[in-house]
């Protein structure tokens, strides 16, 4: 009987199976990162149809991540009975439809509706089930593995408001997103059938977590607090810059193509922010590293605080797209070396949960600030101030104990 050949059988078994989850988690998170960001291109065409104000056209924005938080918990139990290709299946389908249905909104409460429900459904479970997948799968490489998946992100804020714009021009708004929106659902439905629930292991025994803390003491100490903390005040940005900038950045006197570029500026030093704040975190501590995210961001708001012509504000988003992806690869990393991984679940969901909160402030309050003022000037002032806040309270935190810290062995 002949045996296989070097480049036959024996190398397609060399293939892991597992990067095809990887593969489904990069792609639902550049989906629905990717068509997200390009929300804010159809600002003007709201505003030029409807007249609506800037505080409505972000205020559903503000409810899809409000309601991102709320239903993230019963996404994450679902996957944990059900697994990850059915949720993702059921959420990405809705997220697809959510984008086809915003060709026939005329009202503003049909803008809420779709946010609220469909976008928001996408949204709860682009991380909680892909990342919580992710990490069930690699144990000995989890940190590298989540930071190439989040890239995903990057790459989707690179490429999908470039191709918003141009259909866009080329089509008219209404069938821009019924063509996104179909295409979506079908990429998200792609990435949900990759998905695979990980096999039941023994993970208590082979990482050895009896350091490890439960969430009832996480609770207890500061650095939770703190960290909850930080994150509502970093967040804010994190939500808001994208939203707003390629309306400012057209309010400053871009085309609407030129514009979407900044989204892709950003899409790209984010996943330089990514990979880097990732390495980074391995050798560093947390505090320094959530630092080294602070300094880019409060530099950035500042920046963008008194550009008052299109062009700088495309190095001035480079620096922020840098902060922007660190701070996405720092918290995970930082809760299991204050608290370990026993509860790094129920600790990383509740700090997100504060996150939720200022992402759902930021936009509308910003968008408030342009309808009052005419310009964004005191909303990146405001948020530049909380971003110097939250690097006092980084500053502020205890180093991590013996006693309290249980690191990732997996």
Not at 2 to 28: E, N, W
Not at 374 to 402: E, K, Q, R
């Amino acid at each position: 009987m002949s045996q296989p050949s070097a480049t036959g059988t024996t190398a397609t078994a060399r293939i892991d199976p597992r990067y095809a989850v990887v593969f489904g988690a990069c792609l639902t998170q550049f989906t629905v990162i990717g068509l997200l960001y390009s929300y804010g291109l159809l600002f003007k065409a709201f505003e030029t149809e409807f007249g609506w104000s800037r505080t409505l056209l972000s205020g559903c924005v503000s409810l899809a991540f409000l309601m991102m938080g709320v239903l993230a918990i019963p996404a994450g139990r679902l996957n944990d009975r059900y697994g990850p290709r059915i949720v993702l299946g059921v959420t990405g389908t809705a997220f697809g439809a959510g984008f086809v249905l915003i060709a026939l909104v005329a009202e503003p409460w049909h803008l809420f509706a779709i946010f609220g429900l469909f976008i928001a459904l996408g949204l709860s479970t682009h991380d909680v089930v892909t990342l919580g997948t992710i990490a069930r799968w690699f144990e000995r490489r989890r940190g590298m593995m989540t930071g190439v998946v989040k890239v995903g992100t990057a790459a989707g804020q690179v490429a999908v408001p470039p191709l918003m714009a141009l259909l866009i021009v080329t089509l008219g708004w209404r069938v821009a997103v019924v063509v996104l929106g179909i295409v979506a659902a079908a990429l998200l439905l792609g990435a949900a059938f990759a998905m695979k629930a990980a096999p039941p292991r023994a993970e208590h025994e082979q990482r050895g977590l009896e350091d490890d803390i439960g969430f009832a003491q996480v609770r207890g100490t500061r650095a939770f607090w703190t960290l909850c903390a930080i994150q509502f005040l970093f967040f804010s940005a994190l939500t808001t810059v994208p939203l707003h900038v390629v309306v400012h950045g057209m309010d400053l006197g871009l085309t609407a193509a030129l514009a979407a570029g900044l989204l892709s500026v950003q899409g790209a030093a984010s996943a330089v922010g990514r990979l880097a704040v990732g390495a980074l975190t391995d050798r560093l501590s947390g505090r320094q590293a959530y630092a080294i995210c602070f300094v880019p961001l409060i530099a950035s708001l500042a920046a963008m605080l008194v550009i008052d012509t299109p062009w700088p504000l495309f190095a001035a988003i480079a620096v922020y797209g840098f902060a922007h992806g660190g701070f996405f690869t720092v918290v995970s990393p930082t809760i299991a070396e204050y608290f370990g991984t026993r509860a790094h679940g129920s600790a990383f969901g509740a700090v997100i949960f504060f996150g939720t909160i200022g992402g759902a402030l930021g936009p509308v309050l910003a968008g408030r600030v342009f309808d009052a003022t005419g310009g964004y000037g005191w909303a990146f002032a405001s948020l530049a101030m909380m971003a110097v806040v939250g690097l006092g309270l980084v500053l502020s935190l205890p180093a991590p104990t013996a006693s309290s810290t249980g690191q990732a062995r997996g």
